[in-house]
């Protein structure tokens, strides 16, 4: 700073005055109140050159200082005068530079105005050229909806056109081309709002800036007076620019908002993102329409068909829902023609209640069937069996007795039931499995045969048996029905040979056929994972034949049939129509209820079990994910209330997971349950453990044991494994455990009550009601409930109840006692006292 203070003063004159200077300068400010010195200094200089510039140095403290530092030659009065004169100067001078500093302040404020309307002129600049654009693009549209009328019309009647303004340029969009039209139209209305814009700016505008601003004015009232072709001039080229970036814009955005309707394929399962994807919308604007059903889900969830198609919908696109994926189109579905059709063998489900005799009637018709001789008569358990009728018709049996396997492989879509025989014990009635028999065979629309059993106990009564089936709309032919019924006695063998008559009879009427001359297909009606043989499959050939060696899909599991094992536990080349086999060569266990069938090539097996697993796989993701608000409140609510007893199974078979799966889901309330973490075939393994350790499940095994490392682990986490080889010991047990779950219920017993004579006022003990029991007993230790005209307006204990003077435990009816609340004064006369207890009952599911 002082470097600079040093310049000035030096550059511009005096030396000597240099020390004042820069005082002063210091004093009052920056640099130019340096300079105002100087020109101070130029004004003395006239009177006294040198010197002057010497006592001209400012500061009152300076002038102080002057005196006595230069008496040489000055007389006192001149030096007076001079004094005076530098006072003056002096004052002036402090005065001057106020004013310049007031100036300077105003340049400075100026200088920030300008900078401010600079910008705001950028601003209105930017803004007008938006308005330019969107004037363009509104122009240009207008040409050219004007062209095409032209084209329409030979004439164009003004009072079309929908602004006067733009109406010359419709003209001249009809007469001459589109692009000359749109220059005019921009252009025309372009300066005209530029000028109006630009109005109040150059009111504010300041003097420096004021050329610039004014020529720029006179431009725009030049350009006003000439309807806006002044500023053409200036800007065409820009304007042109201008005008092709708007219309590309302009076309751009209309393309967007044109909404594109598109057809979406739709899988039965789809991911959000792709569901996004396919329909060219963004993925969070899917996820919130699906927000707004309720559904919380994130990109990478899958959502299920319905789902997905009410977001399509509310797109505005359509679904099309892709049922079957292309690879499973290689699947044979062509229709058999009626001469190739043979007739076939009836499929044949027992169905009935508990204990009436339905194993036991299984294994006398096959036993009765079985060749004389024949090794012993060891029969394979398949799953089904073929027995031959009396009248040499062919029957096939499934062996899975119970409604789980029909149901269950009926709720998978394979109806493999052409008859149902429904057995009743002829000693025993119509019982709830019956009436649930009787209901699966209606909805699956099977006829039914009746089969009355144990007809050989002396307590057998078939014709109640009969009468009570009427009830339930099964009207027999002993009683002029359509239903046949046959007596029998699966223990001595009675009416076997009939029922498999009636059974055969029957199937005459149902008319079954098959072409035996195509690709099998076929349901798996059981499988398991065999130790030595790997999984098998027991398959009812529905259609076709199957032969070794072929390729098949089952489920979502492939294979190549390596062997054919028929019921007998004989090797088979083929099976044809409604013969059950044991298939191996598969890839993975099936389950029941899965379709099998033949495909040409390894690869379009492969292929649709992949792509099946894959479904399956999205399905449950699907299934899992996308927990609606609704289910979320619901299992918040449940979880406080309903207490679960998870369990892990495992058995031997299919048939027999599912059978106990579906009667463990039977047991429970609205307050207990069983919940099946999992059910499979086979050995109880390591994982089953683990599972079953993580939720604190028991392990249970129907038929199947745990293998070693099981045992270990089992033993090791303290996971409890119980055996069964009776599905009902198994349902009991887990059922008594679950009651085990239930909360004790409370029961009240009232046992007495007491009326108030008298009330007495005792000190230290408060009310004390002088009561007379009139109904059983009064308790010390039992509640109490203080009624007023049968209304209760107390509960609560006993503080005291004596028996004359002495607290006493019991005071029996008809005797008087005297009794005081705890915590409760207000008794009355005319009250009754009613006595509970309450006792804690365990209750039973
Ligand atoms: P499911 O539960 O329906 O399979 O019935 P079962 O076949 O296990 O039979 C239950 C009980 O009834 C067994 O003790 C059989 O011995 C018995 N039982 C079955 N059929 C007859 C029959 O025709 N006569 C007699 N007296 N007992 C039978």
């Known amino acids: 700073m002082s470097d600079t203070d040093g310049k000035k003063p030096l550059g511009l004159g005096g030396g000597s005055g240099r020390s004042g200077q820069v005082k002063q300068s210091f004093s009052h400010g920056r640099t130019h109140n340096v300079a105002v010195e100087i020109k101070r200094k130029r004004v003395v200089v006239p009177g006294k050159t040198g010197a002057a510039g ?22 006192d009065a001149e030096m007076e005068r001079r004094m005076a004169a530098l006072r003056a100067a002096k004052a002036r001078e402090v005065e001057e530079a106020a004013q310049r500093e ?47 009328r032209a084209q329409k019309k030979a004439e164009v009647t003004k009072p079309k056109a929908p602004e006067a303004r733009p ?11 589109a692009s000359r039209a749109e220059t005019k139209g921009v252009s025309a209305a372009a300066p005209r709002k530029t000028e109006r814009d630009r109005a109040p700016t150059d009111d504010r505008d300041s ?25 053409r001039q200036r800007s065409l080229a820009a304007m042109k620019r201008k005008q092709e970036k708007a219309r590309q814009k302009a076309m751009g955005g209309s393309q967007r908002q044109e909404k594109q309707v598109r057809d979406v394929q739709l899988p039965e ?21 699906l927000m707004r059903m309720g559904l919380m889900v994130t990109g990478n969830q899958g959502i299920d068909a319905d789902t997905a198609e009410l977001v399509i919908d509310e797109f505005g696109h359509r679904a099309v829902r892709v049922s079957d994926a292309d690879v499973e189109q290689v699947i044979d579905q062509v229709e058999d023609k009626p001469e190739d059709l043979k007739p076939r063998a009836p499929i044949i489900t027992i169905m009935g209640h508990v204990d009436h005799g339905k194993t036991s009637l299984l294994d006398a018709i096959r036993h009765a069937n079985v060749v004389a001789g024949e090794a012993g008569g060891i029969t394979q358990h398949i799953g089904a069996y073929q027995v031959k009728a009396s009248n040499g018709a062919l029957l096939t049996f499934l062996d899975t007795p119970g409604h789980a396997a029909f149901t269950s492989m009926r709720a998978r879509g394979a109806q493999v039931t052409d008859i149902v025989v429904l057995v009743v014990a002829a000693d025993d009635a119509v019982m709830p499995q019956t009436v649930e028999a009787i209901n699966h065979a209606k909805a699956a ?10 007809v050989d106990k002396p307590s057998a009564d078939p014709q109640k048996v009969r009468t009570a089936l009427l009830q339930h709309e099964v009207v027999v032919e002993a009683m002029s029905g359509d239903v046949q019924d046959v007596e029998v006695s699966a223990k001595t063998g009675q009416g076997l040979d009939q029922l498999l008559e009636a059974i055969a009879l029957q199937a005459e009427i149902l008319e079954l056929k098959a072409n035996p001359d195509r690709p099998a297909q076929g349901a798996v009606i059981e499988a398991k994972l065999d130790v030595g043989r790997g999984p098998v499959a027991t398959v009812l050939v529905q259609n076709g034949t199957l032969k070794r060696g072929d390729i098949f899909v089952v489920g979502e599991q492939w294979g190549k049939v390596r062997a054919l094992i028929n019921d007998q536990g004989e090797r088979v080349d083929q099976a044809g129509p409604s013969v059950p086999v044991e298939v191996l060569g598969l890839n993975g266990t099936p389950e029941a209820g899965d379709v099998l069938n033949v495909v040409e090539t390894e690869a379009q097996a492969r292929e649709i079990a992949d792509y099946r697993e894959q479904a399956a796989k999205d399905k449950r993701a699907a299934a899992g994910a996308a927990i609606t608000l609704d289910q979320m409140l619901a299992k918040a609510k449940a979880d406080e209330s309903v207490a679960e ?6 058995a031997d078979v299919q048939g027999s997971a599912e059978a106990i799966v579906q009667a463990l889901e039977k047991i429970g309330n609205d307050e207990v349950r069983v919940r099946v973490l999992h059910y499979g075939v086979g050995a109880i393994t390591e994982s089953d453990i683990g599972l079953a350790e993580a939720s604190q499940a028991p392990v249970i095994g129907f038929n199947v044991r745990a293998n070693a490392p099981a045992r270990n682990a089992a033993n090791q986490k303290g996971v409890e494994i119980r055996y069964y080889s009776i599905i009902y010991d198994l349902v009991d047990d887990i059922k008594a455990a679950a009651s085990g779950l239930l909360s004790a219920e409370v029961r009240e017993n009232f046992i007495g009550y007491a009326e108030i004579r008298e009330v007495f006022r005792v000190t230290g003990v408060g009310n004390v009601a002088g009561c007379l029991v009139t109904e059983g007993v009064a308790r010390r230790s039992a509640g109490v409930r203080l009624l007023r005209d049968n209304v209760v307006i107390h509960e609560g204990t006993l ?17 008087e006692c005297g009794m005081a609340f705890e915590n409760y004064d207000d008794i009355r006369k005319g009250d009754v006292i009613e006595i509970f207890e309450r006792e804690e009952v365990q209750r039973q599911l």
Do not use: W
């Not at 001209?56 to 006595?68: I, K, Y």
């Not at 100036?103 to 404020?109: G, I, L, Q, S």
């Not at 503080?799 to 029996?812: M, N």
């Open 54 to 75: 010497g006592s001209r140095s400012g500061s009152p403290s300076a002038v102080g200082g002057d005196p006595s530092k230069r008496p040489a030659g000055i007389s």
């Open 102 to 148: 007031a100036d300077e302040k105003a340049r400075e404020e100026e200088r920030e105005r300008r900078r401010l309307e600079a910008e705001a002129k950028e601003r209105e600049d930017r803004e007008r050229e938006e308005a330019l654009r969107l004037k363009a693009e509104e122009d240009e549209r207008r040409a050219r909806e004007a062209e095409l």
């Open 167 to 177: 109406a010359p340029a419709d003209r001249a969009a009809a007469e001459a081309a």
């Open 207 to 231: 003097r420096k800036k004021n050329s610039d601003d004014s020529r720029r004015t006179g431009k725009l009232s030049l350009s006003q007076a000439m309807d806006g072709e002044g500023g």
């Open 269 to 289: 399962t789809i991911l959000v993102s792709e569901l996004a994807n396919r329909m060219a919308e963004r993925t969070p604007d899917v996820i919130k329409s």
């Open 445 to 454: 629309k099977v006829p039914m045969i009746v089969a009355i059993n144990k």
């Open 645 to 650: 007893l998870p369990v892990v199974v495992k």
């Open 799 to 815: 503080k005291t109840l004596k028996r004359f003077k002495d607290e006493v435990k019991e005071v029996q009816s008809g005797q």
